[in-house]
């Protein structure tokens, strides 16, 4: 298996453009997440998703939205890049069942916007 | 709301030094508490996982305990080496929820 698999790994983007993070993941789990990380702020939630064709909003939504059509994959899209979104992105998936399964992350998409 | 808080912030200590990491919490119903290892540049890797009905969990030199009447947990590293030089979070899974709340971390740098 591959894994949580995260595209593109670096990119810069410059105010007001749009664009879209793509994640996927190949182990049938149900739940995926959107983390983004700053310096020294640990991880905050974006979006997660229970299931192909639900998401939820996290702790910091705004300016960001998702979709889940399939099981496996889960992208976020930014709309008008802000230089506020300048992070670093994170995907992460689990198999739910009875509180007992880890997270899986991916390796992260590093963005800078000017 | 759950609140989870890792101290220190960031540890530096010799090769060799058996270390402790520190992870506290507000809310004691939990499902279950994770160990997360982060490399610069990487993403998350997990170490152990500690069950609500669990008090330890070992993997190699990592042991890991929770005691969730104190809203505490740690994670213990004997014989410190340069390669478990990263960042260490915690996150909790919460009773009624299945969004893990995560501590921002202890950067650790273990020297030669």
């Known amino acids: 298996n591959a894994g949580v698999t995260q595209t593109p790994k670096f990119r810069i983007l410059k105010i007001g453009q749009s664009m879209t993070l793509q994640c996927t993941q190949d182990m049938n789990h149900n739940y995926m997440y959107w983390y983004r990380q700053d310096p020294g702020m640990g991880l905050k939630l974006i979006y997660y998703s229970v299931g192909a064709g639900i998401t939820d909003k996290g702790e910091v939504p705004n300016g960001y939205n998702v979709s889940r059509s399939t099981t496996e994959d889960f992208p976020l899209r930014l709309e008008l890049a802000a230089p506020s979104q300048t992070s670093v992105y994170f995907c992460a998936s689990t198999l739910w069942t009875s509180g007992i399964e880890t997270q899986y992350f991916g390796p992260g998409t590093r963005l800078l916007v000017l | 709301k759950q609140e989870v808080t890792q101290i220190p912030a960031a540890l530096s200590v010799p090769e060799g030094e058996n270390l402790v990491l520190n992870c506290s919490f507000t809310?004691?119903?939990?499902?279950?508490l994770q160990w997360f290892r982060q490399d610069p540049g990487k993403g998350l890797t997990s170490l152990l996982l500690?069950?609500?009905?669990?008090r330890e969990q070992t993997s190699g030199r990592l042991n890991a305990s929770l005691d969730k009447s104190s809203g505490r947990s740690t994670l213990y590293i004997a014989a410190s080496q340069p390669g478990d030089s990263a960042t260490y979070l915690c996150?909790?899974?919460?009773?009624?929820?299945?969004?893990?709340?995560f501590g921002r971390g202890t950067s650790l740098i273990v020297h030669p």
């Open positions: 500690i069950q609500s009905s669990q």
């Open positions: 809310d004691s119903a939990i499902y279950n």
């Open positions: 996150a909790l899974q919460s009773g009624g929820s299945y969004i893990p709340t």
